[in-house]
T-cell receptor, first 116, second 117 residues
Framework: EAGVVQSPRYKIIEKKQPVAFWCNPISGHNTLYWYRQNLGQGPELLIRYENEEAVDDSQLPKDRFSAERLKGVDSTLKIQPAELGDSAVYLC??????????????FGPGTRLTVL | KQEVTQIPAALSVPEGENLVLNCSFTDSAIYNLQWFRQDPGKGLTSLLLIQSSQREQTSGRLNASLDKSSGRSTLYIAASQPGDSATYLCAVEGGGGLTGGGNKLTFGTGTQLKVEL
């Protein structure tokens, strides 16, 4: 069974440029998460989707970040414009069941973003 | 706000040694606690998940315990091997009052483990 797929794996851009990350969750997983992991830190949740609906986006910096999950499968996370402080690894995860305390999250390999 | 702390930040041990990694969290109203492994340049792999009603979980050489009331968990690795070298992350789901809960995982900063030959 294929795991969570993310692309690109690495991205280097100059500040003020836009950037987008793509995620394909495990087949049949209804819940999708985007996390940001700064160097030496644990991941922090940016947004969580249940199917097409964003049910928790309280940590998403909405002035420059946006996300979508059309058709409840693939998801895209966008930053426009990027700032130096956005340099981090962006992780996508998925889980099969919604609800609290229900299920293990499966993580993709991440996209390492460097903003120059 | 839920906060998760992991001690030590880094650990180096000789091959074959048994070791313990520690995790503490500030709000005991959690749904579960998970231990993850992260290899350099890769995503996270779930090792063990302990539901809030459980005290421990075991998988091979790994044993994780949970003391919810005191806000603590330990990950015990028996007979460590060089292949165990990685960063180990503890994460709790829930806690943190109105800003927590749901499927939100709060992670610690990890323990970087190196097992030497």
């Amino acid at each position: 069974e294929a795991g969570v797929v993310q692309s690109p794996r690495y991205k280097i851009i100059e500040k003020k440029q836009p950037v987008a990350f793509w995620c394909n969750p495990i087949s049949g997983h209804n819940t999708l998460y985007w996390y940001r992991q700064n160097l030496g830190q644990g991941p922090e949740l940016l947004i969580r989707y249940e199917n097409e609906e964003a049910v928790d986006d309280s940590q998403l910096p909405k002035d420059r970040f946006s996300a979508e999950r059309l058709k409840g499968v693939d998801s895209t996370l966008k930053i426009q414009p990027a700032e130096l402080g956005d340099s981090a690894v962006y992780l996508c995860a998925s889980s099969e069941y919604p609800g609290q305390g229900a299920d293990t999250q499966y993580f993709g390999p991440g996209t390492r973003l460097t903003v120059l | 706000k839920q906060e998760v702390t992991q001690i030590p930040a880094a650990l180096s041990v000789p091959e074959g040694e048994n070791l313990v990694l520690n995790c503490s969290f500030t709000d005991s109203a959690i749904y579960n606690l998970q231990w993850f492994r992260q290899d350099p340049g890769k995503g996270l792999t779930s090792l063990l998940l302990i539901q809030s009603s459980q005290r421990e979980q075991t998988s091979g050489r790994l044993n994780a315990s949970l003391d919810k009331s005191s806000g603590r968990s330990t990950l015990y690795i028996a007979a460590s091997q060089p292949g165990d070298s990685a960063t180990y992350l503890c994460a709790v789901e829930g806690g943190g009052g109105l800003t927590g809960g749901g499927n939100k995982l709060t992670f610690g900063t990890g323990t970087q483990l190196k097992v030497e030959l």
